[in-house]
């Protein structure tokens, strides 16, 4: 995730600001319909991950394996493949074969529909996308619609009617990235207030560079986080302790579910912020989410 990534963090502060005042009232809301236990899915943008073999993955494994294996390390995925082309059914068997059923995909929309024809006239796109990602049956997360920094609240009346029209068997999470909607608190409430009516989580970034886009409005029971990390520097694990006792406290309040993205440039430094972010969390709910880990691998006998 390029988007807001900074090379010098000198004078970034990466503090979590306090909730939204909405947020408290929204997770009391859903007290009263919180599934026993509510859940948490941490994962990464793909599973094709070469570096991992022969520490997260088992050496020499074929690339029609790396699903199944990194299904063993996360539980969910950002899966960033289906904003370049809607899979097919063979495909998307195939995925959903590869994983347990605990596991969720969480299908980013094809850019064909939120950047090329910035949800213009994509009814038949966006129903051809919602039954391809039906196939993946109870592994199905949310979905999320990530609109271009370009598209700004001129167009709040088209987001809103696409919303309206949006296939309601796909749960979907709204991420906004021009800087209007962030910069006027009314505009925000707003759009805030009409994801909320249609049950849609407002996506949350935490980025060097926007640390507008961290809004810490909940429009729904759900948290919808995409972290950009920085290389494990001491920032990374500062953000990953406060954003355990921030989910920490969501859950007890009121929370359903919990996605947790990590975006790192080596994606060998995904894992362990995940074990350190889990770690922190298990410490302060006892939820037993099992992090990532190193697995043993074959020895290849010697002569001698």
């Not at 009263?32 to 943008?45: L, R, S």
Request: charged share 20%; hydrophobic share 40%.
């Amino acid at each position: 995730m390029d988007f807001g990534r900074l090379s010098d963090l000198r004078y970034v502060d990466f503090r979590l600001p306090p909730d939204h005042p909405e947020t408290a009232r929204v997770l009391t809301q859903a007290l009263p319909t919180q599934p026993a236990p509510p859940a948490v899915y941490v994962g990464c943008p793909i599973w094709t991950n070469k570096a991992w073999l022969g520490s997260y993955f088992p050496q020499g494994i074929r690339d029609t394996d790396y699903l199944h294996y990194y299904a063993r390390q996360f539980n969910s995925i950002e899966l960033n493949t289906t904003h370049y082309r809607i899979p097919d059914a063979p495909t998307v068997r195939k995925w959903r074969t590869a994983v347990p059923d605990t596991f969720r995909f969480c299908p980013k929309l094809p850019q064909v529909i939120s950047h090329d024809r910035a949800l213009y006239n994509a009814d038949d796109l966006t129903q051809s996308f919602c039954r391809s990602i039906e196939g993946l049956g109870p592994t199905l997360g949310h979905a999320f619609l990530q609109l271009p920094p370009t598209f700004g609240p001129e167009h709040l009346p088209r987001l809103e009617r696409y919303l309206l029209d949006f296939p309601d068997y796909v749960p979907l999470a709204v991420e906004l990235r021009h800087p209007a909607w962030f910069s006027d608190r009314g505009l925000l409430d707003a759009v805030s207030a009409m994801l909320e009516a249609l049950s849609k989580p407002l996506v949350l970034s935490d980025v060097a560079g926007r640390r507008d886009v961290l809004h810490q409005r909940l429009t729904a029971p759900v948290a919808f986080l995409r972290l950009n990390g920085h290389a494990l520097v001491d920032s990374d694990f500062r953000r990953a302790d406060d954003w355990a006792a921030r989910v920490a406290g969501w859950l007890e309040a009121g929370l359903h579910t919990a996605y947790v993205f990590i975006h790192q440039k080596d994606i060998l430094h995904s894992p362990i912020w995940a074990e350190h972010f889990l770690r922190r969390l298990h410490e302060l709910t006892g939820m037993q989410v099992q992090p990532p880990r190193v697995i043993p691998q074959a020895v290849q006998g010697s002569l001698f």
